[in-house]
């Protein structure tokens, strides 16, 4: 079949042969596999035969997606906008991204992929010839994390649906593995309803009766969901006598993310609702305040890895004592995740896309600059109005520096709101080049997408600094010693 001519010009399904080539003995049994670009599911159905535990994929086209679902997990269909928390269980992320597109692709599947993770990527050998911001982080992650070998001209062989001459490389990438404080060691109840005398909640942070419910709810949930299963098999077993008729029956959906779901499993449906019953249990306990990415890739990896962790009230008592004497960790977790992403933008950074002198690779500046800012422009009474936002990738990092800095300077409050730096700091401002001063810092925004901070509190400035050089092993000096080198200035 010609494919040329069916589909877009990114679609070549990958040879066994050109797959096993990637792979070079690649252990699978028991992975965790994620295939952003699965097509026709060429990449799922090897990692399924070598012993995958469990295929992840995204496929952006429409009919070759659907067939996917018979095949392996569908978490999206576009896969840049897949995020950490979406894929927190797996171990490989194996690729035949498009082609149009490569260094983007793999760029993501690098950001999103956890700790300790393995990539391997088809990419053609000649992106690597240019020179461009994207490629060239790409070279140095390859560089630092891993190895790009080539391959030749592995799409000309006999076996390809689709053929070109355009030499290949795979990329074989690996996640450094940090110690992350989970879920794993404690000790969880095994029964399924768990605790039947907690008390009665009075003092507590939650009424114990709602709690009590929501846990009857889920295990009804599920209870329910075997037995339409089971009467759904039955009627389909039925169904197959005649051949003419085309109705089946299943449990079908949308998960948290808008994704759909066919022909839905009960491993599957029971993941689903606990997401979303972990969700609840956050909101009554109002802990949105601490809900940052950290936190929700922390519980998406332990409800995908956990084998069947009932959900009753004694393991909801155990997980929530874990983050509340861990906050402080998550926080700090965010502190370094928003140094890392500060000092990318430093112009002493080779990757850097535009680089900026405020930002620094060893210590963030008084005022440094981040990007990602949206706007929407619209006119009343003749006049301009200017609605600010960032893209989900920044929003998401900026939020969680913004969220862990409160904690750190002890400024929390009572109100549970999960956006807190669209809420308090983005709504505020009004317009271009602008500063608008808030409790430790001012910021204004400039028409080309960037915004600019500025610590205006030494304290505070410094004490972001101290957590994330006390991750990293450094020593950056006192207060004292950052004042007399000039590193702080005073605000005009």
Same mark, same amino acid.
């Given at each position: ?22 792979? !070079? ?30 295929? +992840?994929?995204? =496929? ?25 928390? !979406? ?37 053609? /050998? ?9 490629? #060239? ?18 799409? @000309? ?17 690996? +996640? ?12 969880? %109840? ?11 909640? #009075? ?55 808008? @994704? ?13 609702? !606990? ?22 890739? +922390? ?26 004497? @861990?906050?402080?960790?998550?926080? =700090? ?12 933008? /430093? ?23 981040? %990007? ?5 422009? #619209? ?19 900026? @939020? %969680? ?35 608008? !001063? ?47 080198? +000039? ?6």
């Amino acid at each position: 079949m010609d494919y040329q001519n069916i589909f877009n010009r990114d679609f070549f399904p990958t040879p066994r042969e050109v797959i096993e080539m990637m792979m !070079q003995g690649e252990p699978l049994t028991d992975a965790v596999v994620l295939e952003p670009s699965a097509g026709r599911g060429d990449i799922v159905r090897y990692c399924k035969e070598q012993g995958a535990r469990c295929v +992840k994929a995204c =496929e952006i086209n429409d009919t070759l997606r659907a067939a996917l679902y018979n095949e392996c997990y569908v978490v999206a269909a576009d896969f840049l906008t897949v995020s950490r928390e !979406q894929v927190a269980d797996v171990t490989h992320i194996i690729m035949n991204p498009p082609f149009s597109d490569v260094a983007r692709h793999i760029l993501h599947a690098w950001d999103i992929a956890p700790d300790g993770c393995t990539i391997i990527a088809l990419c053609p /050998s000649s992106r690597f010839l240019y020179s461009y911001s994207e490629i #060239e982080k790409l070279g140095e992650i390859v560089e630092l994390y891993g190895a790009r070998e080539e391959l030749g001209n592995v799409f @000309n062989i006999e076996s390809a649906d689709r053929r070109t001459n355009a030499n290949i490389s795979v990329i074989r990438l690996y +996640k450094p593995s940090e110690k992350s404080e989970d879920f794993e060691d404690l000790q969880f %109840d095994e029964t399924p309803e768990g605790w039947e005398d907690m008390g009665t909640g #009075e003092a507590g942070l939650i009424k114990y009766d709602a709690m009590r419910d929501m846990v009857k709810r889920y295990n009804s949930a599920l209870a329910q969901f075997d037995a339409v299963q089971a009467a759904s098999e039955r009627i389909n077993e039925d169904i197959r006598t005649f051949s003419a008729c085309r109705i089946s029956f299943g449990a079908h959906g949308k998960d948290r993310n808008g @994704n759909q779901f066919a022909n839905l499993t009960r491993e599957r449906f029971r993941k689903e609702l !606990q997401h979303a019953a972990w969700g609840n249990v956050f909101r009554l306990l109002k802990m949105e305040r601490y809900t940052t990415s950290v936190l929700k890739e +922390k519980l998406a990896r332990f409800v995908e890895t956990s084998e069947a962790k009932p959900f009753n009230l004694r393991n909801i008592y155990l997980v929530v004592s874990a983050v509340v004497q @861990n906050i402080g960790n998550i926080m =700090e977790e965010c502190v370094v995740k928003a140094f890392d992403t500060i000092c990318s933008l /430093s112009a002493d950074n080779s990757t850097a896309g535009e680089k900026w002198k405020t930002n620094s690779n060893y210590m963030v500046n008084q005022k440094f600059i981040v %990007d990602g800012l949206q706007t929407e422009v #619209e006119t009343y009474g003749g006049h301009l109005h200017y609605t600010f936002y960032c893209d989900e990738t920044r929003r998401s990092q900026i @939020n %969680d520096f913004y969220k862990a800095m409160l904690f750190l300077c002890g400024k929390i409050d009572d109100e549970n709101i999960y956006d807190r730096f669209k809420e308090d700091v983005v709504k505020q401002c009004k317009d271009f080049g602008v500063w608008y !001063q808030f409790d430790w810092f001012r910021v204004k925004f400039f028409k080309k997408g960037t915004m600019h901070f500025e610590f205006t509190d030494i304290n505070v400035w410094y004490r972001f600094n101290q957590t994330a050089a006390r991750h990293k092993g450094w020593s950056i000096g006192s207060v004292s010693q950052c004042k007399a080198r +000039k590193v702080w200035r005073d605000i005009k």
